[in-house]
């Protein structure tokens, strides 16, 4: 991460990381996504577990090499996949109220020392359509990461009953990824847009911990490297191997 990178997520809580997918990946990507959905169905919204399990590139996103640099700074050596799904929205698919924050649940929080950023469960979320300001999908109220007054937040902001100025929603490009830590409060906006969200979201645990029930069945995926299954290994401490370690 750079300097700047860091100053952002300490700041906002969530940084965009800009083109981590090329054109190949989101076409090839899209096309599967295509399969799963039909353009003509009559849904205005789809969400569903395991998209790494939907074919090799969705495989790759595990641990693409574009986001790891980041999860090793942020979440330490010993990061896991937590679990995954997927969030496709047409226009005027509702979305979901304002949530997270530090302390929620006992494993999302942000801590900062010595020089050192280390996040409990957080989203890395890969975009295969872009976003408008005012199109909807990921919003957040940038900095409550670290705030004291979470439960100052009026339940009707939470719930979308009254606009605030203070709730942001980020303009993302196809092909972008969002790292957002769970200790931000953050949710999803009514899709306003023409085209269709496309959002994967990836989620990451430190290696101690867990968030999901269920492990991963690694049985259920083909030709995995051997550093995607040091990610998909249950929570652990003793005698753990560091995730990036070299092949």
Not at 18 to 29: A, T
Request: hydrophobic share 30%.
């Amino acid at each position: 991460m750079t300097p700047e990178e860091k100053f952002l997520l300490d700041l906002n809580g969530y940084l965009i990381i800009k083109g981590v997918l090329n054109s190949d990946e989101i076409e090839d990507m899209n096309r599967t996504c295509d399969e799963k959905y039909p353009p003509h169905s009559s849904e205005n919204g789809y969400r569903t577990d395991n998209v790494s399990q939907w074919g090799p590139m969705f495989q790759k996103l595990i641990d693409h090499p574009g986001i790891t640099p980041y999860l090793e700074e942020l979440l330490g050596p010993y990061f896991r996949l937590d679990h995954d799904y997927c969030i496709f929205m047409r226009e005027g698919c509702g979305g979901g109220d304002l949530h997270g924050g530090e302390g929620h649940e006992g494993d999302h929080w942000y801590k900062y020392r010595d020089g050192i950023i280390r996040n409990g469960l957080s989203v890395v979320t890969f975009f295969l359509s872009g976003a408008e300001a005012g199109d909807g999908g990921f919003e957040c109220i940038p900095g409550t990461h670290k705030s004291n007054f979470i439960s100052s937040i009026p339940s009707e902001v939470k719930r979308h009953e009254r606009q605030a100025d203070y709730v942001i929603q980020p303009k993302v490009e196809a092909g972008d990824a969002l790292f957002f830590t769970e200790a931000l409060i953050h949710g999803t906006k009514t899709w306003a847009g023409k085209h269709e969200r496309r959002a994967l979201l990836y989620k990451y645990s430190p290696g101690h911990s867990a968030w999901s029930q269920k492990y991963y069945d690694t049985s259920k995926y083909s030709g995995l490297t051997d550093q995607q299954l040091r990610l998909m290994e249950p929570p652990s401490v003793g005698s753990r191997k560091r995730t990036l370690q070299s092949e």
